[in-house]
């Protein structure tokens, strides 16, 4: 059956609400005005030990305009469904623009808000690529999966106790600007997740391990066996949590460190996902979560890491979570180099910030997470290339003669620079003359970006690639949180410092 927009979207009165509000901006002398109208679907199932422990299903629906008047920014939002309340809208963003204006021009700055040029693109209608709308199955169906599979792990040997859940977002967004261009898309996503809790009886000593299946832009049919082997996984969960539970704590030093992607996503999303934001490059998000080492005067220059690093910025590959048709701009999405070779080549832009440094487009990754937020400049699906030619993890292992294999994520750190950092994982084993020789405890690796990407001495091949992700990346004041992909292979790191997290905290 082919994807279609929800009907129930597709009832709200989309046309005339925009032609309402940008026809007052017009008429009240915006330069650009962009009218967004969204709903929001998000819905949580969670099971503890098999049994129901609760669920939550709600639903965001209003609209927003954004005009650009007198060289200022405007925005106002509403839920108001009529063309008035869409003008009326409109015309408090035009009187926004006006107060920010005046409050600029009382500060002695001079800056006039200007747009990277998009050619319109007419009427344009875009869904995610999905087979089953995860919202069409019964919430019986999906608790009954979930029990299923907890029960199957609390059957096993060492397991205590067993969590499952699963996050489900539907998005629907309607946009109509001054210029012409008119989109109306859908996506879906699913984030399920297991863990398992062993608990010692006699020292009261507890460790868990979760599954590894990262969340994706797909439907129900993740869950059933498109796209990740459930049943491979979950068999093998209590073996490793027993084994996890036995492993000896690990000796800080130097070591070599072979990085599954299951963990790598994270780092690549700390430390060269946000780093590679242009507007952190320039010192505009700077209250947050930093600005970034990577300014923009190093763009083609700085030397990123090793010379088999080649990372890509893209809000189109298939199943990603920042993958769209058209971002918040009216921008058609794209794909495009952030580091070629090991050299920073580019970064991720919405209009604005493009339009700052005399760029020809923007690359299309504004975003706002709801109507009642205006769009920022928000992350793409930011992927490490794999080596074509390259090895797969075993074969990355063999080129180790001490080191550790890092599987799963963890905890993280980072500075506000993007630049030192500290992450955990799931699962470690220690690796001997190229083999592996059992799980580690308490592992997490520390380095500077730049250090970390440029010890980086072999990549694994396509077979090693998989597409990580988190629903909960934050930027912003207010906080708007987005969801992002990252592809990434195993790969090779050298030399890599370790600590012993308990003894750290400890300290």
């Not at 700085?302 to 590959?317: A, E, F, K």
């Not at 919405?350 to 005399?358: E, N, S, V, W």
């Amino acid at each position: 059956m082919p994807r279609s927009i929800d009907e129930t979207f597709l009832a709200l009165p989309l046309r005339r609400l925009a032609d309402a509000a940008l026809a007052r901006a017009r008429a009240l002398g915006a330069e650009h005005a962009d009218f967004r109208c969204e709903r929001v679907r998000s819905a949580n199932w969670v099971l503890r030990d098999a049994r129901p422990a609760g669920s939550a299903d709600t639903t965001d629906v209003g609209y927003a305009v954004r005009v650009v008047h007198g060289g200022s920014w405007g925005f106002a939002a509403g839920v108001d469904m009529t063309p008035a309340g869409a003008a009326r809208v409109a015309g408090q963003a035009v009187a926004m623009a006006r107060l920010s204006a005046k409050v600029i021009a009382a500060a002695g700055a001079r800056e006039r808000v200007e747009l990277a040029p998009e050619p319109s693109h007419g009427e344009r209608t875009w869904v995610s690529s999905y087979e089953v709308n995860p919202f069409d199955v019964p919430d019986g169906d999906k608790t009954a999966l979930l029990a299923d599979r907890s029960a199957g792990l609390l059957g096993a040997e060492g397991v205590s106790h067993v969590s499952a859940r699963l996050w489900a977002v539907q998005e629907n967004k309607f946009y109509a600007d001054t210029a012409g261009t008119v989109t109306t898309q859908q996506r879906v996503r699913v984030l399920p997740e297991l863990t398992a809790t062993a608990v010692d009886a006699v020292s009261g000593r507890f460790d868990s391990m979760r599954t590894l299946a990262p969340p994706v832009g797909r439907g129900w049919e993740y869950l059933t066996g498109t796209g990740w082997d459930w049943d491979a996984e979950l068999a093998e969960l209590p073996g490793l949590l027993a084994e996890k539970m036995a492993a000896p704590t690990v000796e800080p030093g130097r070591y070599d460190l072979v990085v599954d992607p299951s963990n790598l996503f994270l780092t690549i999303h700390e430390s060269i996902g946000h780093a590679t934001e242009l507007d952190r490059a320039l010192g505009y998000e700077a209250a947050f979560a930093g600005t970034s080492f990577a300014t923009f005067d190093q763009l083609g220059t700085l030397r990123y890491g090793s010379p088999l690093m080649n990372v890509t910025g893209d809000r189109t590959v298939e199943h990603g979570l920042a993958t769209i048709g058209y971002d918040d701009e009216g921008v058609q999405t794209q794909s495009w180099d952030v580091v070629r070779d090991g050299v920073l080549v580019g970064y991720q832009m919405d209009r604005r910030t493009a339009a700052l440094q005399g760029f020809e487009r923007s690359n299309g990754c504004a975003f706002a997470e709801s109507s009642a937020r205006v769009p920022l400049q928000r992350m793409a699906n930011v992927s490490l290339q794999p080596d074509p030619e390259g090895p797969d993890t075993a074969g990355l292992i063999d080129r180790v003669e001490r080191g550790i294999l890092v599987v799963g994520a963890g905890s993280w750190s980072i500075d506000m620079q993007r630049y030192n950092f500290q992450f955990t994982g799931q699962r470690f084993f220690r690796i001997e003359n190229g083999r592996l020789a059992g799980q580690l405890r308490d592992v997490a690796y520390q380095a500077n970006t730049t250090d970390f990407w440029g010890s980086m001495a072999a990549v694994g091949g396509p077979e090693t690639y998989v597409l990580g992700g988190t629903f909960m990346c934050g930027k912003a004041q207010p906080e708007q949180v987005a969801a992002v992909s990252h592809g990434c292979p195993s790969a090779l790191f050298r030399d890599i410092s370790i600590l012993n997290t308990t003894q750290e905290s400890g300290r």
